[in-house]
């Protein structure tokens, strides 16, 4: 439902630039969104290669690591 809702403000967004003559600012806004998506890709990797670390060097005597392991649910 939401990508259905998406493709439409953006086809009503694109027919309104092609008419007013404000295509550039478009294509502006999408490399700003491309940029951000690709900050987040970049920080999700980032964000798994951490917790991968820390669970790596807490986990000792194969007791479970600092993050709790694979089961969250055994450590509550």
């Not at 259905?4 to 600012?25: E, P």
């Not at 890709?41 to 980032?46: E, G, N, Q």
């Not at 820390?54 to 055994?74: F, V």
């Amino acid at each position: 439902m939401c990508m259905i809702v998406a493709g439409l403000v953006r086809k009503l967004r694109r027919d309104s630039a092609l008419i007013h003559g404000s295509f550039a600012i478009e294509q502006e806004e999408c490399r700003r969104a491309a940029f951000f998506l690709s900050f987040i890709r970049i920080a999700r990797y980032i964000n798994a290669f951490l917790v991968n670390i820390i669970g790596n060097a807490t986990k000792k005597n194969e007791n479970s690591p600092w993050l709790g392991g694979h089961d969250l649910n055994r450590n509550r």
